[in-house]
């Protein structure tokens, strides 16, 4: 099984409301990313797990915040965000952080959030 | 010098023609260099990688030509076909880049006309 899937698979919100992002891998990859892309532009890194622990926040506002209940889940809670952060949030794994072959990242479809 | 410069932006191509698209870099500690596919609407998908030892790598109709010296690699789509049309993406990583981070190219949409 080589698939990284997330939920939901859009999701609408307003800027007062509170929602998360899920994302869940089954291939034992200890590495967790989330991606922030915007149309037509490459992927941003947003925030690195390693072994359930966060180990990159890529300055992102507080209002995204991160957890990783366990090595196959990871969320992404919102709150309070601004039309600007309407985008396509995507999930990654790969076995590890360190460089080489052996850590391909394989991203999810993606969650395409709009904020109104 | 984490950058990677991805042309051209758009590419056109006939049914059964070659597709090339073209990275360069400047930081010599990147040491992997994958190639990613993105449909509209899905997340990008790992098409192929290479090592800066190898001169080039072939998947099929997908192949990837580095060169160390001149600091560039570039992707050939052999006979194109309208079912590869997508945006690709080049990207680079440090050996020693302990947080993973991947630096993305620009992107490149490419249409193949039938």
């Known amino acids: 099984d080589t698939e990284v899937t997330q939920t939901p698979k859009h999701l609408v919100m307003g800027m007062t409301n509170k929602k998360s992002l899920k994302c869940e891998q089954h291939m034992g990859h200890r590495a967790m990313y989330w991606y922030k892309q915007k149309a037509k532009k490459p992927p941003e890194l947003m925030f690195v797990y390693s072994y359930e622990k966060l180990s990159i926040n890529e300055s992102v506002p507080s209002r995204f915040s991160p957890e990783c209940p366990n090595s196959s889940l990871l969320n992404l809670h919102l709150h309070a965000l601004q039309p600007e952060d309407s985008a396509l949030y995507l999930c990654a794994s790969s076995q590890g952080l360190a460089g080489g072959f052996y850590n391909e990242q394989f991203f999810g479809p993606g969650t395409r959030l709009t904020v109104l | 010098q984490q950058q990677v410069k991805q042309s051209p932006q758009s590419l056109i191509v006939q049914k059964g023609g070659i597709s090339i698209i073209n990275c360069a870099y400047e930081n010599t500690a990147f040491d992997y260099f994958p190639w990613y596919q993105q449909f509209p609407g899905k997340g990008p998908a790992l098409l192929i990688a290479?090592?800066?030892?190898?001169s080039e790598k072939k998947e099929g109709r997908f192949t990837i030509s580095f060169n160390k010296s001149a600091k560039q690699f570039s992707l050939h789509i052999m006979d194109s076909q309208p079912g590869d049309s997508a945006t690709y993406f080049c990207?680079?990583?440090?050996?020693?880049?302990?947080?993973?981070?991947?630096?993305f190219g620009q992107g490149t949409e490419l249409s193949v006309k039938p």
């Open positions: 290479i090592r800066p030892d190898v």
């Open positions: 990207a680079a990583r440090a050996r020693y880049n302990q947080g993973g981070k991947l630096i």
